[in-house]
Nanobody, 124 residues
Framework: QVQLVESGGGLVQAGGSLRLSCPAS????????MGWFRQAPGKERVFVAA????????VYADSVKGRFTISRDNAKNTVYLQMNSLKPEDTAVYYC?????????????????WGQGTQVTVSS
């Protein structure tokens, strides 16, 4: 299986930046589609971004398009989420996820492995 441990969250002022990292257990990292999801208090977990096996294709939620960038380094078995121009609405626990399918999709059900989550808080 795959073990994921995301990190890099914290408290930041609106307009600031954070970079989240998610190293995966070494096995066959290149076989997994990787994604980021987030969950705000009292709300369901929702899709943020995903990247294919090679790193050549990405998908973003409309709410973060143009501000967030997902990337992966297969040599380091790590996926990243660069978050710029942060807004208070971005406040949530962010989760790293891995899918065994070619297309993980934008739904929670499309992913097989999950990290513990890292808190991101954006103040106004």
């Amino acid at each position: 299986q795959v073990q994921l441990v995301e990190s890099g969250g914290g408290l930041v002022q609106a307009g600031g930046s954070l970079r989240l990292s998610c190293p995966a257990s070494a096995r066959t990292f290149i076989n997994f589609v990787m994604g980021w999801f987030r969950q705000a208090p009292g709300k369901e977990r929702v899709f943020v971004a995903a990247i294919n096996r090679s790193g050549g294709s990405t998908v973003y939620a409309d709410s973060v398009k143009g501000r967030f960038t997902i990337s992966r380094d297969n040599a380091k078995n790590t996926v990243y989420l660069q978050m710029n121009s942060l807004k208070p609405e971005d406040t949530a626990v962010y989760y790293c996820a891995a899918s065994e399918r070619v297309l993980g999709g934008t739904r929670v059900a499309g992913y097989d492995y999950w990290g513990q989550g890292t808190q991101v808080t954006v103040s106004s």
